[in-house]
């Protein structure tokens, strides 16, 4: 397969809900691959369509320590979060240079069309969560760094204006 290009912020499509996948094709899958090659060259442990600029909801998650075990997501949902919160130091690609830790549900249970075209629920917990979660707020056209006040999304993007 190969790399996609990340779209760069403030990019409007990173804005922008994406569009439901209507049935699982052999162009879908190979979305997917593309989109695991993309994540893995990053590093990173999840990656969600718009990024790469398809408008697509389609996700691709892999948080296991040794590689090779991503979830490809189509339209994935989170059906229930855990009362419990961690933290988490997340970044993107999108807005290379910048992080912050964010707050979110330690566990959830997710339901999603895997590449066979069947629904899957699966419950994920710690980094699988965090980044289920993060790329979920990708398709629905969120960044991260909504998730913070005011004044911290304010102060980091005043810092990646600066880096660029």
């Known amino acids: 397969m190969s790399l996609r290009p990340f779209v760069p912020w403030p990019d409007k499509r990173l804005r922008t809900a994406a ?3 209507a049935e699982i094709t052999d162009e879908i899958r190979g979305i997917w691959e593309d989109m695991i090659d993309t994540m893995e060259a990053m590093p990173g442990v999840g990656l969600a369509a718009p990024q790469i600029g398809v408008m697509l909801r389609l996700a691709v998650v892999d948080a296991s320590e040794e590689r090779g075990k991503a979830l490809r997501m189509a339209n994935p949902e989170i059906l229930h979060a855990s009362v419990e919160f961690r933290d988490h130091d ?3 690609p999108n807005l290379p240079g ?3 830790k964010i707050s979110r549900p330690r566990a959830v249970t997710v339901t999603y ?3 066979q075209g069947m629904k899957v629920r699966k419950d994920l917990v710690g980094l699988w969560a965090t980044s289920v979660q993060h790329q979920i707020d990708h398709l629905n056209g969120r960044m991260y760094f ?3 006040s005011k004044m911290k999304r304010d102060m980091l993007l005043r810092k ?3 880096r660029a």
């Open 146 to 148: 909504d998730r913070l």
């Open 19 to 21: 569009a439901p996948v």
């Open 98 to 100: 910048v992080h912050a």
């Open 113 to 115: 069309t895997d590449p």
């Open 90 to 92: 997340e970044a993107s």
């Open 160 to 162: 990646a204006r600066k």
